[in-house]
């Protein structure tokens, strides 16, 4: 009750003390092309807080109080933004007549789609956030998503989910894992090109908000352009070609407004061999403005994604068959079939109401999506790995052989790789055939499928306390049901499943039929409840010179699972729920804006922000049990950055430094280890970990001439592990030694030396320098140079346990592992530093009130070859293991890496009317 009264007093000080109403800039906006009035075109001066928009007639009145050396901002969704510099000295200033003309290269954006396309491929290279990057012009930003995004560029290292996305202002981040799920909305361009985005800690209208930054998709048609658009595009990124198509009502004499897009995607394989891509999206959305205060919204998306997955391989592969090799697929009866497939289809249903006046805007949304997310895989059960990169398949199994090395096994081992380097479907089917157990399945194609069922209810805020004090505030609440399964895909010829796990011959559900046919569920089978409460107030102050805003958010989530399995292995915590874990946390952010002139200003933004775990890390084997991660805690994040921008009229820029701190994080990795700790498939569970990211930014933009551009940007950036975590291990059959493991099946391996370590968050340091010409017939070219550096695979982090240097047949510390040998043998894997030379270009034509619009890129012109990221097995847990493994130079479990596209295009042909 204080802190409200305090902050009445507060707005009460500022609204007597700062509340004049100070003159006014108006002008009227026109469009080029027909001379015609653009309504809702955008008007700000740089730098502030001040933004208006025009009428029907293309009129507009700013009012403000700001004296000195401004540039005032005119923007207009596909046209090109004007920047006036103006001189305000307290008196009425007319800004006349102001002509936009289209803008020839906004088709920009649908390369940028294509780009997160392709960095969404694979869920292995943890997933980027430069999706987030569309909606601004910021020209470091755009630089990230364009040109460093091809090589996994993560901005200031942040995993996705750091930044927030919305629709029409409901949040749609994941809360598995936090992470914004682009395929539910994919191939829909034409009707999200409509994007609000707030910079790192900046105050958005929508939402607290992540530290990355802030996207809301606006999708009402009003907003958008009104007629036709048809656009065809071929590529050779992820998928070979696509066509899309939208027709927009625009705003009817009775309140209506309508849109229908939709879209098709499709490749037998993209640039990686053997990666089918299938995609559909359709989208219908109904808006009707009852007056000028009230408007409903509606819409409907429905998107499926059906992709075929790759694979990250050791440079002993590379060096074999090249960086486009996959070995997921193979031929079956001459098609291409790949075993590991990811297909999406979520759609949903949402329904906005928009209150508007002059002081107050109050939005109201509420979503509804169902669907599914399954993942395919090929099993095998008591029969070999049909994976033909399994490690004793390669020349580097008889090269380590603990018996000696045979160089006539490694030449056969090689001649055999390569004739036949690819999936042998064939083979699997004769195996199932030929089984001598009854029609049991020894090869089956299975899927692990995730069907989530989510309602959202968000309710945003915007009020201008008067023209100097706007305080935005919100609520959310949604509820997730998400049921987790394994489902027989293809029996491959065979009759039936059986229901056993094969490494401890136990049943995985004590009280289902153990014969499983196509369609049924095995394996594992569990469901997960969560919720989350979430409360947002921010007040932001304009007081000429000085800006600042201050946030503060309230977040509750709770999580429980439930099993629907009775698991052999895990008897008294399989089947049924677990307990509800709650967690109820809060965030602080705030910012200070100096303005030093009206060209120059400075910025200083910080946070504190609590949080709750992500789901996926707070269960330590959800499949089989309800144990919980021991001592699983909130996580906590530290931030401050610092700004210097620069608005002249030709030249802009932005030069940034800034500091982020993770604390208390928790991390669960699965994989096969063989070492001292015992042998089998764990759960390995991090804990009190805490990461380090600094560094700098800088973006700067010289328009030479009516014509020329030329940009710089560069990143420079530190992501450390800052502290040495805990680190338990869990045993999926309790095959290691019973009396080091507690009663749960946990072993404590005690800390992991990983302080100072570099995290595995692509490039570090990237520098870009680009060229571009605009003619003023329509067509535009532009290349850009860039150089990427400093990228580290991800390491093992039982490697670096104390149980690494002990004997397993002894338990006594291995006596060549010295202090030098095992920093030696330890030692983190950079990857190369490379070049990307990339060009953009386009040409439009207007005739008889038609635009054509094409639009094409090259990317990796040189075709470059380079690695986008990695990380180091951990199946050799011991010294004595890895150091034999190394002696040869081509170790059986050497780092696996993810190669970047070579030289790929994208042409892009759009009509509008």
Not at 214 to 239: F, K
Not at 368 to 395: E, M, V
Not at 528 to 539: G, M, P, T, V
């Amino acid at each position: 009750m204080y802190k409200g009264i305090f902050l009445i007093l507060i707005f009460v000080f500022f609204n007597t003390t700062f509340g004049q109403t100070g003159y006014s800039v108006s002008g009227t906006v026109f469009n080029e092309t027909n001379d015609a009035p653009i309504e809702g075109a955008k008007i700000n001066i740089e730098g502030h807080g001040l933004e208006t928009s025009t009428n029907i007639e293309g009129s507009f009145l700013l009012r403000t109080d700001l004296i000195g050396e401004f540039i005032i901002r005119i923007a207009y969704q596909d046209y090109e933004s004007k920047r006036i510099p103006v001189l305000l000295d307290g008196k009425e200033l007319d800004l006349g007549i102001i002509v936009l003309k289209r803008d020839i290269s906004f088709e920009q954006q649908d390369n940028l789609i294509t780009l997160t396309d392709a960095e969404l491929l694979d869920d292995e290279s943890t997933s980027n956030a430069l999706g987030l990057l569309q909606a601004t012009r910021d020209v470091f930003l755009s630089r990230a998503a364009f040109d460093f995004g091809q090589a996994f560029f993560r901005v200031r290292g942040y995993d996705a989910q750091e930044g927030e996305v919305l629709l029409n202002g409901v949040p749609m981040n994941k809360l598995f894992d936090g992470r914004p799920q682009w395929n539910n909305w994919g191939g829909l361009n034409d009707i999200t090109r409509n994007q609000e985005y707030s910079n790192g800690l900046d105050a958005s209208d929508y939402t607290f908000g992540g530290i990355l930054g802030n996207t809301n998709i606006d999708l009402r048609p009003s907003g958008l352009r009104a007629g036709t658009r048809i656009s065809t595009s071929v590529s050779n990124r992820t998928y070979k070609g696509r066509l899309m198509a939208t027709y927009n009502s625009g705003r009817k004499e009775n309140g209506l407004a309508y849109a229908l897009s939709g879209s098709r995607r499709w490749a037998k394989e993209g640039f990686i061999d053997g990666t089918l891509y299938d995609a559909y999206s359709l989208s219908g959305l109904l808006d009707y403005e009852i007056n000028d205060n009230h408007s409903f919204l509606l819409s409907g998306i429905f998107t499926t994604n059906r992709r075929g997955r790759s694979s990250a391989i050791t440079e002993e592969v590379f060096d074999l068959v090249g960086k486009k090799y996959n070995p997921y697929w193979g031929l079956q009866d001459g098609k291409i079939r790949n075993s590991r497939e990811r297909f999406i289809s979520e759609p949903m249903l949402m329904f906005n109401y928009f209150y508007t006046t002059n002081k107050l805007n109050l939005t109201l949304g509420m979503v509804y999506q169902n669907g599914n997310h399954k993942r395919s895989r090929l099993g095998y059960y008591n029969a070999p790995n049909p994976d033909p990169t399994y490690y004793r398949y390669l020349p580097s199994f008889y090269i380590n052989s603990p018996i000696g090395a045979n160089f006539i096994s490694v030449e056969m081992a090689k001649n055999s790789f390569l004739r036949d380097p690819q999936l042998n479907w064939q083979n699997v089917y004769n195996a199932n055939a030929n089984s001598s157990l009854a029609g049991e399945a020894v090869y089956m194609l299975y899927n692990d499928v995730a069907s989530d069922a989510q309602f959202t209810a968000n309710l945003n805020g915007n009020f201008q306390w008067n023209p100097n004090i706007k305080v935005d505030f919100g609520i959310m609440n949604r509820y997730l049901t998400s049921k987790n399964f394994a489902e027989v895909d293809d029996l491959l010829g065979a009759e039936f499943h059986r229901d056993i796990d094969p490494f401890s011959d136990t049943r995985n559900d004590l009280d289902s039929n153990l014969e499983k046919r196509e369609g049924d569920v095995f394996g594992y089978n569990y469901t997960f409840n969560a919720s989350e409460l979430r409360a947002y107030s921010q007040i932001q102050v304009d007081l000429n010179k000085w800006k600042f805003f201050l946030a503060g958010q309230f977040n509750q989530k709770a999580y429980q699972r439930t099993g629907k399995f009775q698991n052999e292995r895990f008897l008294e915590n399989s089947l049924g729920a677990s307990r509800n874990i709650t967690f109820s946390n809060f965030g602080v952010k705030g910012g200070l804006t100096h303005a030093i002139t009206g060209r120059h200003w400075v910025t200083m933004q910080g946070a504190l922000i609590k949080r709750a775990p992500l789901l996926q890390n707070v269960f330590v084997n959800p499949r089989e049990s309800n144990a919980l991660v021991p001592n699983v805690r909130t996580e906590t994040v530290s931030t401050l950055d610092v700004n210097y921008f620069l608005r002249l009229p030709n030249l802009t820029g932005r030069i940034t430094g800034y500091y982020t701190r993770f604390q208390d994080l928790t991390d669960i990795n699965f994989f096969f280890v063989d070492s001292g700790v015992g042998s089998d498939f764990v759960q390995e569970v991090l804990t009190d970990l805490d990461k380090l990211h600094l560094g700098t930014e800088l973006g700067l933009e010289y328009q030479v001439s009516s014509t020329v551009k030329l940009s710089l940007v560069s990143s420079t950036g530190k992501y450390v592990y800052a502290s040495d975590p805990s680190v338990t291990i869990n045993f999926d059959t309790a095959s290691a030694e019973e009396e080091l493991i507690n009663v749960q099946g946990f072993q404590d391996l005690g800390p992991a030396k990983l302080k100072g370590y570099k995290l595995g968050q692509g490039p570090q340091q990237a520098f870009a320098f680009g060229m571009e010409y605009r003619d003023p017939k329509y067509w535009w070219v532009g290349v850009t140079a860039n150089y990427l550096a400093n990228n580290y695979a991800n390491i093992s982090t039982i490697t670096r346990t104390d149980s690494f240097v002990l004997n397993p047949e002894t338990g006594q510390r291995f006596p060549e592992a010295t202090e030098e040998n095992v920093e030696a043998l330890l030692e983190q894997k950079r990857l190369d530093n490379f070049y990307l030379l990339n060009l953009v270009g386009g040409k439009s034509w207007l005739k008889n009130g038609k635009y054509l619009g094409v639009f094409a890129s090259v990317t990796n012109l040189f075709d470059a070859t380079f690695r986008t990221g990695g990380y180091e097995q951990s199946r050799n847990g011991n010294f004595g293991q890895l150091r034999q493994d190394n002696l040869s130079g081509t170790p059986s479990f050497a780092p696996k890496y993810w190669y970047g596209y070579g030289r790929t295009f994208f042409l892009n042909i759009a009509l509008s009317f």
